[in-house]
């Protein structure tokens, strides 16, 4: 359950108490400094900023303005998945080995750089199908095709350990399946596997569209908070069995949780650019809890 307190939100269960603050200096510090600016300017029009203002000071101001002005929260889930597609993804990504990995030399397109599974809070997450940063996994393509939208042509040849190469392949078609029934039209590049990550704020700056965020697992907590096109108004998304499309190129990041939590996320790093969305109901299949959807 969830009591809204202050500026954040505060979760309680399983005997833990963990406060997750929506404005504090970690929310701003994923914005670039025109964002940060043009924020300061809309909150306060008649006050001038110097040009040479830094990001720090500028984020210090926002946390100010918005102790006083909390940002608005809307609670939103999209529909569950099939309890089949449920569970059949659940036992793949149990099935997986989740142990850490020293860094290793890989062959990249265009030369060689380290690779490492990143390791944050204590999980696990690799990077199916096309990356643009050092995060890959043996056996799946690093920049994709130099034509079309960036489609994999192979998806697994092989893969460290060797025991999730083929769970790794059900992974990838499981979701491709269940992607398009509800939005035939999305191309994923690559999918973000993680276990028990926190994510904190960012944006996914190399990001060409929209996304699809989905959670499993055994947790309480966990939801993605999203900035939307308004600065005032954030949408908080549960996406425990819920495939949810939303935005990443906005400033994003989980809710503190207890428990086992696995999350994907579905994007695409290549081809034609799309405008952002506003990650408001308009531009997303979540609704506000308890709104009634239209059939």
Not at 111 to 125: E, L, M, Y
Not at 217 to 246: H, I
Not at 250 to 279: D, E
Request: with cysteine; charged share 30%; aromatic share 8%.
């Amino acid at each position: 359950a969830y009591w809204f307190e202050n500026a954040g939100l505060v979760l309680k269960g399983c005997g833990l108490q963990m406060t997750d603050q929506n404005d504090g200096e970690a929310n701003f510090a994923a914005l670039t400094n025109q964002m940060l600016r043009e924020r300061l300017q809309r909150f306060a029009p008649n006050e001038s900023f110097p040009a040479n203002l830094g990001a720090k000071t500028m984020i210090e101001k926002l946390v100010e303005y918005h102790a006083k002005h909390p940002r608005t929260i809307t609670r939103c889930r999209a529909p569950l998945l099939p309890q089949k597609d449920y569970n059949d993804l659940l036992k793949l990504l149990d099935s997986m080995s989740w142990e850490k990995i020293r860094p290793r030399k890989s062959k990249y397109v265009g030369g060689s750089r380290s690779a490492v599974r990143a390791v944050a809070s204590g999980g696990q997450n690799f990077v199916m199908g096309a990356t643009l940063g050092p995060l890959g996994s043996d056996g799946f393509e690093k920049r994709g095709p130099k034509k079309g939208v960036g489609k994999n042509i192979e998806i697994v040849k092989k893969k460290s350990p060797k025991k999730n190469s083929a769970s790794s392949l059900k992974l990838w078609n499981t979701l491709k399946r269940v992607i398009k029934a509800i939005d035939p039209d999305f191309v994923f590049t690559s999918v973000q596997v993680n276990r028990n990550f926190s994510g904190k704020p960012h944006r996914d700056r190399n990001d060409r569209s929209y996304q699809y965020a989905l959670s499993l697992g055994d947790f309480s907590g966990g939801a993605l908070t999203v900035e939307t096109d308004d600065p005032e108004q954030l949408v908080q998304l549960d996406t425990k069995g819920r495939l949810t499309k939303c935005d990443g190129r906005r400033a994003h990041w989980v809710s503190p949780y207890a428990g086992k939590r696995y999350s994907l996320i579905m994007y695409r790093n290549l081809g034609k650019v799309t405008p952002v969305l506003s990650n408001r109901k308009r531009d997303t299949n979540a609704r506000g809890v308890g709104e009634k959807r239209k059939r």
